[in-house]
């Protein structure tokens, strides 16, 4: 027996898991302490009660989430609003020093699929979706580019991507902030009290202290609205001239649209006048977790029966990589030093997870250390942003080279 859920209803049902999650994560310890996504934990009830349904001939589900991208591209062109170059600029070196890092763990983290895939016999691509699609790129990009995947003939790309990404949350969170206490208690490191004139400039920058009301969230809405409407047009020509090399591979929707974002933002900031990031940022997170909703309680579960020693091997092969690499490579490459300590825990966090998993670690760690200034300003503009476009690039550059 299969059941149609159309649009609304998909709509309506990922809503009411959420608030479930919502309710459950506020009952149990170990979803808030590990910070684990109120649409995560509903939707996977939800798919593994539809895992149990399906597996005993019982019933299974046929939905319209067709609204799934709608809701993906309003949260990422809220993103696209982060992208100040004042503060930017303000974050010198530093801040590119960490970009390069963050993108060589993104390589890594694709290189090592791609390697194991012949001995565990996986197809490349398949492999390929525990890489950066699910680990740097989260649910988000991963519900983007599975699909993708799957239009190309690989089947059970969208579930290993989502299975993957869910992981990644996981581990995200269990690693990232004691990864950062060892080494701080372990070398000794101390916090420089000291703030100097210019991260109390970027401070200020990133400072917002006007309330919210309805006018400034009407506001909001509209540039939003506006930025998804002018950018998929930008899109589109991407995807025309990434055509012409490579017809097989194109770009994600919501591209353009983060594009068209950041240049509005910086027009706003030009004119000294935009207010209302906070507002953006608020109707981003609202439909993050509607969309999360419907691409966890989609998840077709039983796809991943036929993979799961493979995919426990690539995934434990991704773990090591994230413990080693911060650990030996991020935190002496970023200074050695506490500022660095804080910031290698947030790189776990969305290289593995996502940048809430990495504001999470960095909570956690300067709860119980102090505060880094640094470690504020450029984990949430790398991870939230500028890691976003070249994980999509790379992904992009791998699929097209892969047989």
């Known amino acids: 027996m299969i059941i149609p859920i159309n649009l609304y209803e998909s709509v309506g049902l990922a809503v009411l898991l959420l608030l479930l999650g919502k309710w459950l994560k506020s009952k149990i310890y170990f979803f808030r302490k590990y910070a684990i996504p109120s649409p995560v934990i509903g939707g996977l009830l939800f798919a593994f009660a539809a895992l149990a349904l399906q597996s005993t001939d019982v019933l299974s589900f046929q939905f319209d989430n067709s609204l799934q991208s709608f809701f993906m591209t309003i949260f990422f062109t809220s993103l696209g609003f982060n992208v100040s170059l004042k503060l930017l600029y303000k974050g ?7 970009l390069l ?48 995947v799957e239009e190309a ?37 101390h916090l420089n009290r000291k703030a100097d004139a210019e991260e ?9 202290s006007i309330p919210m009301n309805g006018e400034r969230i009407t506001k909001a ?16 020509i ?77 995934l434990l092969a991704q773990v090591l990589l994230m413990y080693l690499f911060p650990r030996f490579i991020a935190f002496p490459v970023m200074g050695r030093n506490y500022d660095a300590a804080v910031s290698t825990s947030g790189l776990v966090g969305f290289a593995m997870g996502s940048t809430a998993n990495a504001m999470a670690n960095l909570d956690s760690i300067c ?19 500028f890691i976003d476009f070249i994980n999509v690039l790379m992904i992009t550059g791998f699929l097209a080279a892969l047989p």
Not at 166 to 178: D, K
Not at 200 to 208: P, S
């Open 153 to 189: 003939g690989v089947t059970g790309a969208h579930a290993v991507a989502i299975a993957s990404a869910t992981f990644g949350l996981l581990l995200g969170s269990l690693m990232g902030a004691p990864i950062g206490n060892n080494l701080i208690t372990r070398k000794k490191l």
């Open 101 to 148: 890092l963050s993108t060589i763990f993104s390589l890594l983290q694709n290189i090592i699929p791609i390697f194991l895939a012949n001995p565990l016999g996986v197809d490349m691509r398949l492999a390929l979706m525990t890489g950066s699609t699910s680990l740097m790129g989260g649910l988000g990009t991963s519900a983007a580019i599975a699909p993708l």
């Open 200 to 208: 109390l400039e970027i401070d200020a920058l990133k400072e917002n």
């Open 221 to 236: 809405s509209f540039l939003i609205l506006i930025s998804m409407g002018i950018g998929v047009v930008f899109t589109d």
């Open 238 to 314: 991407l995807n025309h001239f990434m055509g012409l090399w490579i017809g097989t591979v194109k770009f994600p929707v919501y591209i353009g649209p983060m594009i068209a974002a950041a240049i509005i933002r910086n027009i706003f900031d030009a004119r000294g006048d935009f207010t209302i990031n906070p507002e953006i940022q608020l109707l981003g997170d609202i439909c993050l977790n509607v969309f999360i909703s419907i691409a966890i309680m989609t998840l077709r579960l039983w796809e991943l029966s036929e993979l799961a020693l493979p995919l426990i091997v690539l």
């Open 92 to 98: 010198g070196s530093i801040l590119l020093l960490f």
């Open 367 to 385: 709860g119980k250390f102090g505060y880094s200034r640094l470690a504020y300003f450029i984990v949430p503009v790398v991870g939230a942003f």
